[in-house]
Nanobody, 121 residues
Framework: QVRLAESGGGLVQVGTSLRLSCVGSEGPFDDFAVAWVRQPPGKEREFLAAISKGGRHTTYADSVKGRFTISRDNTRNTAYLEMNSLKADDTAIYYC??????????????WGQGTQVTVSS
C-alpha cells in the first residue's frame, strides 16, 4: 500500500516539454514499480511507461518511446515523467500507478488522482 499524488500538469504548447511528478507516501515507495498511464478525452486508458522499483529497468509504449522518459528518485519518494516534443494528441489526464509487480498494462494496485495535461497549438 502506498498513496500517490501527481503534480505538474497544465496547459502547454505543441513542441514544448513538461515534467510530471508523482510523490509516494504512507508506504515503502521503493518496494513498488511505478507506471504512468493516461486517458485522453473520450478514449480508453493507455499505458505509457513503467520503471522497476530500483530504477534500473524501464519500458515504454510505442506512442511515446523516444519522447517521454520515466525516472524515479527513491530518496525523495518521487517518480517522474519527462515529456518532450509534445503533440496535441498527448492531451489527457495522466495518472501514476504503483504495484509490487513491474510490467506493462493498465491494472495496478495503487493509483493517484491524475493530473490534466492539455497541449495546444
Amino acid at each position: 500500500q502506498v498513496r500517490l499524488a501527481e503534480s505538474g500538469g497544465g496547459l502547454v504548447q505543441v513542441g514544448t516539454s513538461l515534467r510530471l511528478s508523482c510523490v509516494g507516501s504512507e508506504g515503502p515507495f521503493d518496494d513498488f514499480a511505478v507506471a504512468w498511464v493516461r486517458q485522453p478525452p473520450g478514449k480508453e486508458r493507455e499505458f505509457l511507461a513503467a520503471i522497476s522499483k530500483g530504477g534500473r529497468h524501464t519500458t515504454y509504449a510505442d506512442s511515446v518511446k523516444g519522447r517521454f522518459t520515466i525516472s524515479r528518485d527513491n530518496t525523495r519518494n518521487t517518480a517522474y515523467l519527462e515529456m518532450n516534443s509534445l503533440k496535441a494528441d498527448d492531451t489527457a489526464i495522466y495518472y501514476c500507478a504503483a504495484d509490487l509487480h513491474y510490467g506493462r498494462g493498465t491494472t495496478f494496485d495503487n493509483w493517484g488522482q491524475g493530473t490534466q495535461v492539455t497541449v495546444s497549438s
